[in-house]
């Protein structure tokens, strides 16, 4: 057998790619990564250079063990990077591609976007992830620009733009405190809009620890074992309810398997079929433990996570460290296997472990009934999520062994044959 490369880690992983850094052109009151701005020194180019941007290709390609590799690029806002960089990004993964499979998945506000980017997008095959929460009312809640005004017609505008040039999109959808309490109007908008894959994220928040404010940032630090216990004061206004967010997915699920099986895609039903399947749903926050799931900031630092992006999580710097062994260092595969080892016992006897496994750390605050901490914030949601969706969950399991597609069980249901 041959030697595996020291530039190519043992098993697959993902890093998020922020050439812009936490740089933006809009102010979303909820977003955690604006403030990271903060961690640079004052006045630095957000913007990263050809040398890294090379290097990183290069070494990205070579670190990945299998014939598909997948870039991701997000920020702030990567549009402001202007199209002639991500034309040398394409270029550069041609360059080092040695025949592997390359994709583009581009996360953006959608506001910037006109017709050559568009062009762009669809010349080169690229996945356009577009960030909006709804109508109108409820996106322009959080999504405003700089003056505080809306962002939702120019997001529409985007979304117009990609359909005419057939460019391939997705939605990610900001689960908050207002748009949780209105799960169908959400669903049923980002239908209408022509959104097939969506992909809904819980905003929870805290307010700023001691570490934080130390940083001079306004929103709390991943939380330490001895985290706080109550969420009213643990949490920020902006940030879902666990019984909301639970309510939420149930709603949303129950119109989803009666009409929209095989037609519509929800990131977190297709990952808890994947549990379900003991086939694993591929989502870092739902796996049994982290470090897989990286982050590079615009100078070529690459961090634990782009929700630890904070010096202590630090793993070095492309221009020094191949990424591939910043990947295999003992720091990474502690920092992945902390999340099983610090799993409460509550957890651990879980009938859901095998679907949540605490999900992710960073909302790990609370305590569990009888003292213990390290609960995941929004477990009661996930509990009530989970038991919901159980019964029909084992039908599509079923189907897919019988060869038989899952959306089957929308007649299934119209008879009254699941769950019974």
Known sequence: MMEQ???TASAPFHVMTKPIGPRCNIDCKY?????????????ENLRMPQDVLEIYVRQYIEAQPGNEVTFAWQGGEPTLMGVDFFRQAVALQKKYGAGRKIENAFQTNATLLDDEWCRFFKENDFLVGISIDGPRDLH????????????FDRVMRGIGLCRRHGVQFNTLTC???????KPLEVYNFLKKIGSRYMQFIPIV?????ADALK???????????DAEDEESRAVTPWSVLPRDYGVFLTTIFDQWVRHDVGQTFVQIFDVALGNWMGVGGGLCIFSENCGRALAIEHNGDLYACDHYVYPQYLQGNIRDKSIAEMVESPEM?????????????????????FACHGECPK??????????????????????????????????????????????IMEMLKKGLVGV
């Open 175 to 181: 689960v908050t405190r207002k748009n949780s309490r």
């Open 205 to 209: 928040e805290r307010k700023p620890d």
């Open 333 to 353: 595969k502690k920092f992945g296997k902390d999340k099983s080892d610090t799993l409460p016992g509550y957890c651990r006897r879980c009938e859901f472990r």
């Open 31 to 43: 977003c955690f990564y604006l403030e990271k701005e903060k961690l640079f020194p004052r006045g």
């Open 363 to 408: 909302h790990r605050f609370m305590k569990t009934p009888d003292g213990e901490p390290g609960l995941n914030y929004l477990c009661p949601a996930y509990k009530k999520f989970y038991a919901h969706i159980d019964p029909h969950m084992k039908t599509m399991g079923q189907l897919l062994r019988q060869n038989q597609p899952p959306a089957t």
């Open 5 to 7: 490369s020291k530039n």
């Open 215 to 225: 940083l001079d940032l306004t929103l709390a630090t991943p939380p330490e074992p």
């Open 140 to 151: 322009d809640t959080y999504r405003v620009d700089r003056k505080q005004n809306s962002t």
